[in-house]
C-alpha cells in the first residue's frame, strides 16, 4: 500500500545531511546535487530489488533529470560485517550503481524513516519535499506520487 505523508515541520537541507561512503567508498549525498529534484530511496539491505523496482517504474515519468540515490541502513550490519557487505555490494549489484551505506542511521533518525519497507524522499533543489512514500511500488502508485509532486511544483 502506498503511504503519502506530510512532513509537518521537517524543514531540511539537503547541505544539513551527511554525506555517506557507497561500496566502492566514494562519498556522495544530497548535498552534491544541489539543484533539480532528488530522490532518496531507502530501505534494509534486503530491500535493493524493491528500490530498484521504484526507480525503474519513477524514472520514465520523472525523466533522466531527476537523480536517484539508493541508500540503506546499515545499523543492521555489525561493524566486523561492514567490508563484507561492501564486497558483495559491489560484486552483485552493476558497478555504475551507488549504494550509499548508513552505517549509524544518522539519514533514517533526520528523516524519521522506517527500514521495514522501501521508503522514497524527494529533494527539490535542495530542501527535502514534504512528501514521503512507503510501500510496493504499483502504476497506480506511482502516477498519484506524480501527479502529487506536479502538483507542488517538483517537476518543473
Not at 12 to 17: E, G, P, S, T, V
Request: charged share 25%.
Amino acid at each position: 500500500m502506498l503511504l503519502l505523508a506530510a512532513l509537518a515541520g521537517l524543514l531540511i537541507d539537503a547541505a544539513a545531511l551527511p554525506l555517506l561512503e557507497d561500496q566502492f567508498g566514494d562519498q556522495d549525498g544530497p548535498s552534491r546535487h544541489p539543484t533539480g529534484l532528488v530522490v532518496l530511496l531507502c530501505g534494509a539491505p534486503d530491500r535493493l530489488r524493491a528500490m530498484k523496482r521504484w526507480e525503474e517504474g519513477l524514472r520514465p515519468q520523472l525523466g533522466e533529470a531527476a537523480q536517484f540515490l539508493r541508500l540503506i541502513d546499515g545499523r543492521s550490519i555489525p561493524e566486523q560485517r561492514r567490508e563484507a557487505a561492501k564486497a558483495t555490494l559491489r560484486e552483485q549489484v552493476p558497478p555504475d550503481i551507488s549504494i550509499l551505506l548508513d552505517w549509524e542511521g544518522r539519514y533514517w533518525h533526520a528523516l524519521q524513516l522506517q527500514s521495514a519497507t522501501v521508503e522514497l524522499a524527494f529533494l527539490r533543489d535542495g530542501r527535502l519535499l514534504p512528501y514521503r512514500v512507503s510501500g510496493r511500488w504499483n502504476a497506480g502508485s506511482a502516477a498519484n506520487l506524480v501527479e502529487r509532486l506536479e502538483r507542488f511544483g517538483a517537476l518543473r
